[in-house]
């Protein structure tokens, strides 16, 4: 059997040429996306850039305390863990190591997405879908006319 060589002027299929611009697009989307909702919340766009404070700032925006920030850092380091065992022992166990954080990073995801939707004057259906697909919401809720609701201080007047 005689295999056909690819000649070097032969097109790349189609996916695996766009795939990784289509990735750019949505990264930049989403990050300005971020900007703007800190921007519309009276923050420095800069701050989304910033791993870690992102999130300690998206929870402030999201009229939460700022320590839910930290339910996020089980999850990075034990993802940081598996990959360094896949690295050292050449074993793909890492989902193991995973699983024990991803219950509550999932769970503030989601609660931070419904608190953000209702922060922004949204309701739970837009809270769902931001959870669910932020690729797409978050940069609607940046650019689109969705105005920042700051929470009411009490007063003792």
Known sequence: MI???????????????????LVALVVVAVVAGYWNVF???DRKGWEC???????YILA?????PGWWAIGFLPCFFLLGAACWQVHVT????????VIPGLPLAVWLHCRLSFDLAKA????HHFGLRLALYPMFYVPFLGFGYCEY???KRATNE
Request: hydrophobic letters at 50%.
């Open 60 to 64: 402030k925006i999201a009229h939460r």
């Open 120 to 123: 922004f004057g949204r309701g």
């Open 39 to 41: 921007a519309k919340a």
């Open 149 to 151: 609701r700051a929470k």
């Open 49 to 55: 850039l910033v791993p870690g404070w992102n999130a």
């Open 90 to 97: 050449r074993i793909h166990w890492w989902w193991l190591m």
């Open 3 to 21: 295999l056909a060589k690819a000649s070097a002027t032969s097109p790349e299929p189609l996916g695996l040429s766009i795939a990784p611009y």
